[in-house]
């Protein structure tokens, strides 16, 4: 399998955070690169994992604002019984995948 190419990336830093990314680097037994490239993605991957997207139809989405509008139950309070196609039922068309 090819090798993506390498980027260079270059960036100034105060020299106080510097030492400490070296310190930091040294600890993890890695060298200053490694360590900020390993840093900076796993920052990126929470970032765009925050920006998750759910798409469900727009009877489900109705479905789901109807229920946290609704008044609350009594905490441990047995919730009741939801006849099929009631609120908050989901039906097979609402989601285009569902897990196995």
Same mark, same amino acid.
């Given at each position: 399998? /090819? $090798?993506? =190419?390498?980027? $260079?990336?270059?960036?100034?830093? *105060?020299?106080?955070?510097? #030492?400490?990314?070296?310190? =930091?680097?040294? &600890?993890? +037994?890695?060298?200053? $690169? ?12 929470? &970032? ?19 229920? &946290?509008?609704? *008044? !609350?139950? %009594?905490? +441990?309070? #047995? *919730?009741?019984?939801? /006849? %099929? +196609?009631?609120? !908050?039922?989901? $039906?097979? +068309?609402?989601?285009?995948?569902? *897990?196995?």
């Amino acid at each position: 399998m /090819p $090798t993506a =190419a390498a980027k $260079t990336i270059n960036f100034r830093a *105060p020299a106080d955070k510097q #030492a400490l990314i070296d310190r =930091a680097a040294k &600890v993890s +037994g890695k060298n200053r $690169t490694e360590f900020i490239l390993d840093a900076s993605c796993e920052k990126a991957r929470e &970032v765009l994992a925050d920006q998750t997207h759910f798409a469900v139809s727009r009877a489900a989405m109705q479905r789901f604002n109807a229920r &946290v509008e609704a *008044p !609350g139950r %009594a905490r +441990g309070a #047995a *919730p009741a019984a939801e /006849p %099929a +196609g009631a609120v !908050g039922a989901l $039906t097979a +068309g609402d989601q285009a995948s569902r *897990p196995a």
